[in-house]
Structure formats: structure tokens, C-alpha cells
């Protein structure tokens, strides 16, 4: 796959990446999902916004067509560690990639034990997170 896309996260010859994947976005901060937002548009995956870990429960329960969700850990109401277990509890075979700015050393293996398949740290790189979604939906 990483052939196809360019550094910056955009596909090569303005190809759409994976047309129709719907990606659920959970993310309290405006600017990172706006962000994030550019970079999965531009590659041509569908999003979804949930402005925190309960709000993305209740659209894996209520959508059934969520390819991969991107999991911001440091969220109000319920934070991305617990949201990931009541997810992998209702559809364990959605991805879920965990991102968040402040991990500390042992973070990871606590993300990848609430049951994240894959983190990648803040601030993202396009083309580094095109292809972690590329690994885990292909
Ligand atoms: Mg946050």
C-alpha cells in the first residue's frame, strides 16, 4: 500500500486510497479533528466525529458500517482506554487505532491492553497514519 501514497497522506495520481471506508473519529479537540479530518478526506475515507469515548460507543452500537476507528485517549465523559473496552466488547473486530500527546513510557502496552490495535502519538503524520489504517482495513 505504501506505494500508492505520498508523504503528505495523499494518494498518488489522485487516486482515492479506499473509497466508501467510513472512519469514526473520536476526538474532543476541534482543532485536531479538523485536522484529521483534511487528511482522511483527502485520501477518501468517509468520517464520523464523536466528541468523546461515550459518543463513540453509541456509534458503534447504532452504525454498523464503521471500518476503523482513531481513538484521541484524553477525552471528557469517558476517556479512549475505557471507550476501546466497551467497544471491543460490542464489535471486536473494528480496528481501533489510539492517538493521544502525552503518553509516557508504558502507555502503549495499557492502550494495546484495553484492546487498541495500533497507537500512533500526537502530533500525527498524514502519511504515517494513511498507512497504519491502510495496514489494519486491508
Ligand atoms: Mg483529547
Redesign the pocket.
Known sequence: MAEIIQTDGTPKEGKLVAPGYKILVA???ESNFRYIEKLLKKAGFELLRANNGLEAVEYVEFDGNINLILM?I??PVMNGVEATREIKKLKPEIPIIATTAFAIPGDREVFLKAGCDDYIPKPIRAGELIEMILKHIS
Open positions: 476526538e474532543d479537540e484521541d484524553k477525552m
